[in-house]
């Protein structure tokens, strides 16, 4: 089981509370905003206490963190609100210290938090991955670039691309008096939460200052309003596509299916090749490890998926 | 690399374990906050589909089309669901 649809959550309505996890130092607070079940994996409003200091070290999970008010140090810099830090599983940051405290997200992607003081990066870190940048002053806003696109008015700026899976992350806007008549559902999970401003969906009404949601794939989601605008961050777990309709009463089989019968039409060919011959755990040549058989649902021609396959033993030379 | 494979200790599982369980309350509330929505969501749903009969509906960027009577949808039988 993955991440349960969280949507509508607002933080405000919720006080801040210790940050216990074993390993971390004191002083850090948190509010949860989605967590899955299974590896850990979350999604915190955190605040920093003022004075708050932690070691150098990392952690066994990629993760990302945006600072919203006040500032956080890193080694000798200062990182203030729009700060965006992408840092792999087991790459090692500097001391981090929040002098007079701050407020920001902390997105843990693929297992429960964790740090571990270290002066150096894990054997298995990619540390060619990891990103810092300053969202505010150092991006610009850009349009969408998907095809189908969103209406205008609604502005991004890409904090981190994952060129294996397409997830993303990112700042967007939307302009005062943005709307969009259409409704909308994804192949992916997304998930995003207000930083200002107030936005209306059909479904779920208003989402304010502090408002959150974790969205699993294939929710109908619009239309969309926005009357004074609002700035927010997003983050999806693979690519992102606009699947449009106006039908507001479809559920989740309905647009999968419809997603489905969509790749059916767009790539015939690979959706024949996918359903043929075992075609359906296929290797990506640039990538030379996350792949071994049986990592990935797949069947044998048979249909079905729910099956596991013995640790194959390596050969002795 | 995603995460490293690493032992979770007894207090990291007590933690994650009060957290779920908080969270399945948090989504019983969403879900019974948004069922007392339906009354409104119903009106917002009227004004949708009246509007893409007569602005349109948008199928990418500015782009958008009038939608005709006969494609207006059916509320199917079956509960409203918008939290799944």
């Known amino acids: ?34 967590l899955d079940p299974d590896n850990g994996a979350c999604t915190m409003t955190v605040m920093f206490e003022p004075g708050y200091r932690q070691p150098p070290g990392m952690s066994y999970s990629e993760y990302e963190l945006f600072i919203m008010t006040g500032s956080v140090t890193v080694g000798d810099k200062v990182h203030g609100p729009g700060s965006y830090f992408m840092v792999p599983a087991g790459v090692t940051i500097g001391a981090l210290a929040a002098p007079r405290g701050a407020t920001g997200l902390l997105f843990y992607n693929y297992g429960e938090p964790s740090f571990v003081e270290s002066d150096s990066d894990h054997p298995r870190a990619e540390r060619n991955k990891f990103a810092a940048v300053n969202a505010y002053d150092d991006m610009q806003w850009t349009s969408t670039n998907f095809f189908p696109a969103t209406a205008p008015g609604c502005l991004v700026k890409v904090l981190h691309f994952d060129e294996r899976t397409q997830a993303f992350t990112f700042l967007y806007c939307m302009t005062p008096n943005f ?34 949601f974790y969205r699993p794939p294939y929710i109908n989601h619009g239309a969309f309003g926005c009357k004074l605008g609002t700035l927010a961050i997003g983050r999806t777990d693979s690519r992102l596509y606009n699947h449009f309709h106006f039908n507001p009463w479809t559920n989740i089989e309905e647009n999968r299916e419809r997603a489905a019968n969509r790749i059916q039409h767009w790539m015939p060919d690979l959706y024949k090749w996918i359903n043929t011959h075992g075609h359906n755990h296929p290797v990506d040549f640039e990538f030379d490890h996350g792949h071994a058989h049986g990592d990935m649902a797949h069947h044998h021609g048979d249909g079905r998926v729910e099956h596991s396959h013995k640790k194959q033993r390596r050969r002795k030379k | 690399m995603k995460s490293i494979p690493h032992k979770r200790s007894r207090e990291v599982e007590a933690w994650l374990k009060r957290e779920i369980t908080e969270q399945k309350a948090r989504y019983r509330k969403i879900v019974a906050e948004q069922d007392a929505l339906a009354p409104k969501r119903d009106k917002w749903v009227a004004e949708f589909l009246q509007r893409i009969q007569t602005r349109g509906t948008h199928v990418h960027f500015n782009m958008m089309r009038k939608v005709g009577p006969e494609e207006i949808p059916v509320r199917p039988k079956r509960k409203f669901r918008v939290v799944f």
Request: charged fraction near 20%; charge should be negative; aromatic fraction near 18%.
């Open chain 1, 1 to 34: 089981m993955a991440r349960p649809h969280i949507e509508p959550f607002v933080d405000r309505d919720v006080p801040f509370r210790k940050f216990t996890m074993p390993g971390f130092p004191k002083g850090m607070q948190y509010k949860m905003l989605s």
């Open chain 1, 179 to 212: 709307w969009q008549d259409n409704i909308s559902y994804h192949d992916c999970a997304e998930e995003a939460y207000h930083i200002w401003g107030t936005s209306w969906m059909m479904q779920f009404g208003d989402l304010p200052t502090g408002g959150y």
